[in-house]
């Protein structure tokens, strides 16, 4: 349902088609995911269901749930019950203990910083925080490659 693959683009056959690329991937040494956005709804799930094979994460404009982010665009509306994919990140990643990187921008739109702040803040595990002054949704990965290091840099180094 996404790139090529058979069916409709939804939480199930994402979720299921990442599960798939990680079990893939782990025979191969640590797998970090990095998610950007709804992709980050996906690398929560494979941290949370997968915690053995998932080494880290560096989440770009992330959320706590899609259901939060609803209910920000359409407070109105009864989104809680109309919702069929939620992507609930912050329960995904309750069983998880890897070092987790989130990255938001003051300014976005899509996904309010006030929701990567929720998601950071309730996580229980190794974490960091990083926030861009005045950016938008669309310019989470848009990143120098110093700060890649960095980032890659606090998933690696052992933690005290």
């Not at 025979?27 to 880290?56: D, I, M, N, R």
Request: overall charge neutral; aromatic content about 10%; some cysteine.
């Amino acid at each position: 349902g996404f790139c090529g693959r058979a069916g409709k683009p939804s939480q199930e056959s994402l979720t299921s088609a990442a599960s798939e690329g990680l079990g893939l991937l782990a025979a191969k040494g640590p797998v970090y995911v990095v998610g950007e956005s709804l992709g980050t709804g996906v690398a929560c799930h494979l941290a949370g269901h997968h915690p053995e094979q998932v080494a880290g994460l560096i989440l770009l404009t992330p959320f706590d749930s899609l259901t939060s982010t609803a209910k920000h665009h359409y407070p109105l509306l009864p989104v809680g019950w109309i919702l069929r994919d939620r992507y609930p990140s912050d329960e995904w990643l309750r069983g998880y203990r890897g070092k987790v990187g989130i990255v938001v921008g003051t300014a976005d739109r899509v996904v309010p910083a006030v929701l990567g702040r929720r998601l950071h803040a309730g996580y229980a595990g190794p974490k960091r925080l990083w926030e861009f002054e005045g950016e938008d949704h669309s310019e989470g990965s848009h990143r120098p490659p110093e700060w890649w290091r960095e980032a890659f840099g606090f998933l690696v180094e052992p933690v005290p």
